[in-house]
């Protein structure tokens, strides 16, 4: 998922990449805020995973590698193993190489910029392998978090020339590496961990020992045939991944049964409506169009639980249609809670620091998530065997 917003927030681009930088979305989902919020709502805790501690992304478009990353962890947890910290930045690098890749071979015909999908953690997993974090970070001496612009721009300006020259020789591939080698560092080939010496694969292997073979990704939309295959008409699906088709309904059950057995939930979904508040920790559906709302209305929006509007799967397929619902972000659900109403809330792992009301988690409702959900993964084994079935898993 990269920074791509709708008409309802302004904030800048990076080059012709449509690519939002953290800084901008974060300050731009600022506008709907209260200071009062958090009194308002009394979470009783229901359901909460094992994770790992909340990280800051940075000015990156990274969301999907840090919650993806953030899943496997949790993976590891569930499986009574030590949990690790993976580098991020590494998934990312090899995305950026394979994206090339694709760009390339379809002749410029592809979405750039520094999104991915939440598939892409697997994928890379797979090929290339997995670091800790402590060994590769991406950040250059002086720096404390990180700032892809720069680096994004030359690698496109590197692709769109690449594609122009209509002529390739056999090492633009290695020019690519070389722009992320100098802003990010060279990947380890070997690295010393816990005392023995590992390669990105065989690190993988044994200490986070997942098989990506195990996962499964989750959309829904009308407009395909439901429980069948479909590949997913986004940007950032660059590899042209195919996801299950369900019923809207099905989202949140597969997610609520896959918590009940103590899976967490790796979670892509459009964070562009003024009912999300990254400030307020807290997303849901409005039942009054917030067009049609007071001054004094809007300016309670966030002090406490208030009544939701009833999502359809026309509803549901529309928003997508006519760009209101978009592909910004991927986050990690790790638990649920309920409000004082007797409402249940998913507990939501971001990657945006600390900064917030609740310190880097956010609840939001299951309305919202059968709205603005773009896909979810998560462990075949989370998901209840009548949907298995249907699908043919």
């Known amino acids: 998922m990269n920074w791509r917003k709708s008409l309802f927030i302004a904030a800048a681009m990076f080059a012709t990449t449509h690519t939002f930088a ?36 940075g000015s990156s478009g990274t969301c999907w590698s840090y919650s993806g990353n953030s899943f496997l962890e949790s993976e590891m947890i569930r499986q009574g193993k030590q ?5 991020q930045i590494y998934t990312a690098y090899y995305t950026y190489l394979e994206k090339a890749k694709t760009y390339v071979r379809l002749h410029g015909d592809q979405a750039q910029g520094e999104g991915g999908q939440l598939h892409d953690v697997l994928t890379i997993f797979r090929k290339y392998g ?14 404390t978090r990180n700032n892809f612009s720069e680096m994004s721009t030359l690698i496109q300006g590197m692709n769109e020339n690449i594609v122009k020259s209509k002529k ?16 990010l560092g060279v990947p380890p080939q070997s690295f010393q961990y816990k005392g023995k010496t590992y390669t990105p694969r065989t690190w993988a292997d044994q200490v986070v020992g997942i098989n990506p073979d195990d996962y499964v990704g989750i959309s829904s939309f009308k407009e395909h045939t439901y429980y069948k295959p479909f590949v997913l008409l986004i940007q950032d699906n660059w ?14 059950s597969i997610i609520d049964n896959a918590l009940q057995n103590g899976y967490t939930v790796a ?17 849901f ?4 169009d917030m067009d049609m709302m007071s ?7 966030f002090n406490g639980p208030k009544a939701e509007a009833k999502i359809t799967e026309d509803q549901r397929q529309a928003a997508y249609d006519d760009y209101s619902t978009t592909d910004d972000h991927g986050m990690h659900i790790v638990g649920m809670v309920k409000d004082q109403n007797g409402k249940e809330y998913y507990i939501v792992k971001n990657s945006w620091g600390e900064s917030n009301d609740y310190k880097g988690y956010l609840y939001v409702t299951k309305e919202y998530v059968r709205y603005k959900t773009i896909s979810i993964l998560l462990h075949k084994d989370g998901i209840q065997k009548e949907i298995k079935s249907k699908l043919g898993i």
């Open 83 to 87: 949990p690790v910290e993976i580098s």
């Open 267 to 283: 979670w892509a979904s459009d964070v562009s409506e003024k009912y999300f508040s990254w400030k307020n920790g807290v997303a």
């Open 130 to 143: 997995a670091v800790p974090r402590e060994v590769y970070t991406g950040l250059r001496e002086g720096q």
């Open 239 to 252: 590899s042209f991944e195919s996801f299950y088709n369900v019923k809207m309904n099905d989202l949140t």
């Open 22 to 57: 953290q800084d901008n979305l974060i300050n731009a989902l600022k506008n709907n805020v209260s200071d009062k919020s958090k009194d308002g709502f009394v979470f009783t805790q229901l359901i909460n995973l094992g994770n790992t501690s909340i990280k800051d992304q």
């Open 285 to 288: 559906v409005p039942e009054k």
């Open 168 to 183: 390739l020789t056999p090492t633009w591939q290695k020019a690519i590496t070389g722009v992320m080698d100098s802003y």
């Open 295 to 301: 001054k004094e209305e809007l300016g309670d929006l």
